[in-house]
């Protein structure tokens, strides 16, 4: 079985470009994966990280009909972070 770290030091893995160093805000230089689609004229490139856990919670909770005080207490109960 080959593990993760094994994949992204493969050769043909690196020649095809499957994987990208790229700086991330938190964690420094991590190895990611890059992205699948190849445009001949436009470079698609990794500009941010993945949100956090909980990040847009209160948003999603808004945007489902759940007002302030209902979100507020599902924080109080440890429902939501």
């Known amino acids: ?5 094994e994949v ?3 050769r043909q ?3 095809n470009e499957f994987f990208v160093e790229w700086n ?3 964690y ?4 990611v994966l890059n992205n699948p689609i190849k ?3 436009t ?3 990794i500009t941010m990280p993945a949100p956090k856990l909980g990040e847009h919670s209160e948003e999603v909770l808004k945007g489902l009909g759940y007002t302030e005080d209902e979100i507020q207490a599902m ?3 440890g429902t939501i972070g």
């Open 1 to 5: 079985m080959t593990t993760p770290l």
């Open 8 to 10: 992204i030091r493969d």
């Open 13 to 15: 893995a690196q020649a």
């Open 24 to 26: 991330h805000p938190d």
């Open 28 to 31: 420094g230089k991590i190895t």
């Open 39 to 41: 445009l001949s004229k």
């Open 43 to 45: 470079t698609a490139e």
């Open 75 to 77: 924080k109080s109960s």
